[in-house]
């Protein structure tokens, strides 16, 4: 209490402009305060909005790829599994389907990485159900956005064949 009659007692002896000061000096800092008290909320906030608004982009790009997946569904049944080496056999569904071969290289006699590239990431997965049809089962995908803008895409793939 004494601390605060001694700055009480100190304040009333101060001129009315400095009063004024002192107090427009106090507002401040604790508006600064404040603000600093507030200022990681809401960063976190505006963090959470953008996660938000690109899980939501995400999720209605996979929402319009339901109808190419479900199409997918069965379409096996009536193909026949194409005679020749898997990777001749890669090389023809990548060029029927209208998509570049950058890259094909076969590690073991029944694992494939390669590369590919295109217009649209439909084909990509067009492809790979294709390959799934060949007896081929995908390892990994890593389908991405190119810096060439005439590309489009370009895709990593894995396959092992499981005959």
Known sequence: MKLLDN??????????????????GAA?????????????????????EQRHKSLSQDFQWLRDQSAVVSSLDSSCAGQVIQSGKKKEVISRIVRRNQLKLLVLDQDDLSFFSFTVSGATPNRILQVIHQLT???????????????????????????????
């Not at 401040?28 to 959470?48: D, R, S």
């Not at 389908?143 to 499981?162: C, H, M, P, T």
């Open 28 to 48: 401040l800092l604790v508006v600064a305060a404040i603000y600093m008290a507030l200022l990681p909320a809401m960063q976190k906030n505006a963090e959470l």
């Open 7 to 24: 700055l009480s007692g100190w304040f009333a002896d101060r001129q009315p402009r400095e009063r004024l000061i002192v107090t427009l």
């Open 133 to 163: 049809c060949q007896g081929l089962a995908l390892e990994s995908l890593d389908v991405r956005l190119s810096d060439d803008a005439k590309v489009g895409y370009v895709a990593d793939i894995e396959v092992i064949n499981v005959d």
